[in-house]
């Protein structure tokens, strides 16, 4: 019998295709992974069997389990609408860096005095900024101002997509351009603290509002 | 690739000196090394699930509530939170001063569980008549008897019907919002169509007062 011949020298794999495919992962992940923006707040929502996803054009109001009160409007051009009317009405002043900045901000929370402060706060210790959220007593409602002036602004912006849409052809319905408005509570949050926020929307006599809640399975009878 | 790089070509030393010859192969090893890195990173990190909202339609408010009497609503049903627990009582508020054809009206407790006394099976039993109404209407749509917009409609005008329960919340000042969330979110698997948060009346904190 003739001997068995062992190969000499190491021994080599192709590892091509694997290496091929592991790129292939990693752009694949790096393409579809969205990060979250930084919060100034965590919020824990509560779970429901809703499976509406979250809409574009949206003014998000959102509520820590102390009853602080947040702010958020998505479209960054309605965004410095809103401020502008805002900065003019409280005779408050930010520069045009800050405005630049804030149009691009996510949630913040804080009143008009503190506004400039807060712009000037880095935005990773926003979350450490001494404030007790967007005032809503019927004082001194700037709730109330934040959310007209944000309706309006998302409105006119709204229909500008809408007008676009309509050019690039197809049959965009209005309804979907329309501003939504959102509601984001922890689960800890009192009712009592959500209500005065459900009645500055309604004094607005904007009645459709929506929870933002996590999916959660629905049970199979 | 795996494999180390075997140094090419002739030695050094005397002779001609000859251009390198044989392996180009580069040692990949690192740059495979940190690709997997990263995949691990991004499969780890990302999050694919977008936030989902749960809509609900508010009572318009009105500029004086003395001038509005409340309508007469068939099957209505009352769900009060209050703290951690949920009380219930069906059809009007009789309080003892002016009892109705049952005497007053009692609280009773229910919870968010699956089992006796939860608020998902009284619901079930309550609104059975949508329930097996819907079911119906499914049945049909998946034999494609009716369209996708009539299925829709119907359902909508189902859970408005005379049989259809229709649901009251109330709170109490220590209720939190994940039993709000929570108990919408029962109304909703049993199909309940008209669902309107209001507020407590002086009689119900009363009773709310005895219970506690």
């Known amino acids: 019998m003739p001997k068995i011949k062992m190969p000499k020298g190491t021994p080599s794999i192709d590892m091509t295709p694997m290496v091929d495919l592991a790129f292939l992962l990693v752009t694949f992940f790096m393409l579809t992974a969205s990060f979250r923006t930084a919060e100034p707040v965590t919020v824990e929502t509560p779970s429901s069997i809703s499976d509406k996803i979250i809409p574009e054009n949206v003014i998000m109001v959102t509520l820590d389990r102390d009853g602080r009160v947040f702010f958020n409007l998505s479209d960054p ?7 502008g009317s805002m900065l003019s009405k409280y005779k408050v002043n930010l520069n045009e860096e800050q405005v630049e900045e804030f149009s691009f901000m996510s949630t913040f929370g804080c009143t008009m005095q503190e506004l400039p402060a807060y712009m000037n706060t880095e935005a990773a210790r926003r979350v450490d900024f ?3 959220g967007i005032p809503t007593d019927s004082t001194r409602n700037e709730l109330l101002d934040w959310i007209s002036f944000a309706a309006a602004a998302a409105a006119n912006t709204g229909k500008t ?8 052809g197809g049959e965009p319905k209005m309804e ?4 939504k408005f959102i509601l984001r509570v922890d689960s800890k949050t009192l009712y009592k603290d959500a209500a005065t926020v459900i009645d500055v929307f309604r004094e607005l006599n904007l009645n459709n509002l929506n929870f933002v809640t996590s999916a959660e399975a629905i049970p199979v009878n | 690739m795996a494999e180390i790089a075997e140094s090419g070509g002739g030695g050094h030393g005397k002779g001609k000196k000859r251009a390198k010859k044989g392996s180009t192969r580069v040692d990949m090893t690192p740059m495979v090394d940190l690709a997997f890195l990263l995949l691990t990173f991004f499969v780890l990190t990302s999050t694919f699930s977008k936030p989902k909202v ?4 508010y009572p318009a408010k009105v500029k004086d509530p003395s001038t509005v009497k409340a309508p007469k609503v068939n099957n209505a049903a009352t769900f009060i939170l209050a703290d951690d627990k949920v009380y219930y009582y069906r ?5 003892k001063t002016k009892p109705g054809p049952n005497g007053p009206t009692q609280l009773e407790e229910a919870n968010f569980g699956t089992g006796e006394n939860s608020v998902r099976k009284m619901l079930a039993s309550w609104n059975e008549y949508v329930i097996r109404n819907k079911a119906i209407l499914q049945q049909k749509l998946d034999k494609k008897q009716i369209a996708d917009s009539t299925f829709t409609r119907l359902v909508d005008e189902l859970t408005v019907d005379k049989e259809a329960v229709k649901v009251l919340i109330k709170t109490d000042d220590k209720a939190l919002c994940k039993s709000f969330i929570d108990l919408v979110d029962e109304l909703k698997i049993a199909n309940v169509g008209v669902i309107a948060p209001t ?3 002086p009689a119900e904190k009363d009773l709310l007062k005895e219970k506690n």
């Open chain 1, 77 to 83: 051009e309605a965004r410095k609408e809103m401020l």
């Open chain 1, 130 to 132: 001494p404030t007790k």
């Open chain 1, 161 to 168: 997509a809408f007008e676009e849409a309509k050019l690039k």
């Open chain 1, 176 to 179: 979907d351009f329309k501003p």
């Open chain 2, 54 to 57: 749960m809509p609900l339609n």
């Open chain 2, 91 to 95: 059809g009007e508020f009789y309080p």
């Open chain 2, 199 to 201: 507020d407590l009346s």
